[in-house]
Structures are given as C-alpha cells and as structure tokens.
C-alpha cells in the first residue's frame, strides 16, 4: 500500500516537473530571439527590444515612436508605444510642464493619477501618470519631461488600461539607460 502511495507521488512529481520543463523551455525559446535594439535621434539614444519598432506618430512634437510590433494598426500607429517628443519651452520650464497638465482637468476625457520628480541621464525631469479616454478606449500613459537646450522633451508610454502594466517594464529600461547628449 506504501508503495503504490510512493510510486503514485513519484509519478505525480515527474509529471509536474516536466510540465514545468516544458514551459520554462517555450519561454526561453520565445525570448532567445529577442536582441536589443540602438535608435539615435535629435541628441537621444535609447535601447529597445527587438519585438518593438519604429512607428507612426499622431502627435506634431514627435520626432521618435517605437511600438510594440504586434501592437501596429493599419495606418502604423501602435497601440502600446513609446513616443519622444520636443517642444520650445514657453517660460520656465517646469510652469510649463504644469501648465499642461492643469489644462487637462478640465477635459473629463484625462485623469490624473500621480506626478513627481525624477532624475533622467543626470538631469532633473518630471514624471506624469494619467489616464485618458477616446473613442470609448481607456488608456493610460506615463510621461517624463526634462529640459535640454531650451527645449521641452517628454518621453511617454502609452497602452490600452488592460495592456499597461503588461509592457512598462520596457519603457523602465529605456527610461533607465536613456543616453542625452
């Protein structure tokens, strides 16, 4: 009786560690294609996964967008992206940054859920989260701002509610290893 009770358990035992096997295999293969990635433009460089790319931006201040590859739509917007912005500061600069996130309570659409400060690359900046919806999709998106040359930069992450925390981690990277010259 023991040993039908010993070998059932061993037998168990096996069964879930291949299991086991067999997942961290597929998630090691599914990664092991994966490199990084170097994009360098108006004085940013930045390092990205490979399952990310360039992309279309719907903002005017965009001189970068990188997406989530299987993220792109038709018209090659991504639908969780990484976009760089730049823009002539209008006084100083964070009344600037500030201002522009007071001008969003009123816009039911926008709902501000935290700011702070932080340091990109050596340089003091300002970080915004908050949510938005449009066309009935809710997103949320994680902004920092910093100051060079008299310009404005932000960097934003931008996804579905649902996709948001799914992905964060690659704008952490970027965001941590960023390179301002």
């Known amino acids: 009786m023991k040993n039908n009770i010993l070998k059932r358990s061993i037998l168990i035992i096996s069964i879930l560690l291949l299991i086991v096997c067999a997942f961290s295999c597929v998630s090691a293969a599914d990664n092991?294609?994966?490199t990084m990635e170097t994009l360098s433009k108006n004085g940013i460089v930045v390092h990205y996964p490979s399952n990310w790319g360039y992309s279309e931006s719907t903002s005017n201040y965009s001189f970068m967008a990188l997406s989530?590859?299987?993220s792109i739509d038709s018209f090659g917007v991504g639908q969780v992206n990484i976009n760089f912005e730049k823009k002539p500061i209008e006084g100083e600069f964070y009344t600037f940054v500030n201002d522009t996130y007071k001008s969003m309570q009123w816009d039911s659409s926008f709902d501000l859920v935290s700011s702070g400060g932080l340091m990109v690359s050596?340089?003091?900046?300002?970080?915004?989260i908050y949510t938005s919806t449009e066309n009935g999709v809710e997103r949320e998106h994680k902004a920092v701002w910093f100051e060079k040359g008299g310009q404005a930069y932000v960097m934003m992450y931008s996804a579905p509610t649902a996709d948001f925390e799914?992905?964060?981690y690659v704008?952490?990277?970027?965001?941590s290893d960023i390179q301002v010259t």
């Open 171 to 175: 704008f952490d990277y970027m965001l």
């Open 166 to 168: 799914n992905d964060l």
């Open 68 to 70: 989530k590859l299987d």
């Open 32 to 34: 092991s294609e994966i």
């Open 122 to 128: 050596n340089i003091d900046a300002v970080e915004y």
